[in-house]
């Protein structure tokens, strides 16, 4: 029998924590030795602030839910509406103005997210202001390889103008395949050569499967639309805002609803974007006699149906 509680993560977190001007609902614990896909949805008030800052460990993928944020990248801002996505990597000088009251989905490889924030929150509870705090959550972020820095005086630019922030709706590539358009939201450079990020744009009815041959998790987010995902026989529709954690070695596929689907595959281990490329040169060249079976084999790509 699907437990399907443990596959669609809606509402039900297995964890809530709360800071000063923050909660955090924590929706799937980092995996395996690498600490990939925990998934975490935080609730900033107006006017919140995550300070300038570098961390030494982790990748983290920011996509704002609601709400309007500034995100300042090495000395450069921009604004962000709901949609946009942010990469923060390892030593990258970042920070965030919440203009509104905002809700952003955050998606972490090589860190335990919530154990710092569980901490930072203890600290906040128990000394609610004073040098106390100020002294422990100093010992918190040195011991987590997190830095405070001087907030510069940033210059503003537009979205475009920064290669970490990936706009609602774009990608550094899209492909448009039968049925699907594919869009590369994080490079695999971007998350230290671990994996990828694809927005799957899918038409209705549009199938995608995979036949249960992949060594890590899957972690999904419905963007837009409703799917139907089915495993083990047995099937459950999705909405807009739901996540999907589907386990090591689990077959499934995703169906698109009657009007479409954009899915967020938040933690793409396969080179897709190599089998992509090599398979658009490939239908460019089709003396080339090379076969997409044969392209998937060699990327490592679990998904059928992008063809």
Known sequence: MVKWEEIVLRGAALERLAGEHWKMAVYTRPFGRDLICEAADVEFAQDAQIPYHTRQHGYETVLLLSGCAEVTLYGKCCTLEPGDLVEIEPFMPCGFHFLKDSVVRVIAHGVDMARICREGGRIHEAYPAGEQRAALLNELYQAEGIRLLVEPVAERVEKTALPEVSA??????????????????????????????????????KTLSCPGTAPGPSLFMVCDGSAEVETGGEKRSVKSGDLLWLAPYQAFSLTAGDAGAALLDCHCSATLLRYLEEWEAAQAAPESGVRQADLAAQNRSPLQGLE
Do not use: N
């Open 168 to 205: 609602k709706g774009s990608g550094q590539e899209i492909f448009p395949l039968h049925g699907v358009t594919c869009r590369l939201r994080v490079g695999r450079w971007q998350i230290g050569g671990k994996a990828e990020a694809w927005e799957y744009g899918m038409d209705a009815g």
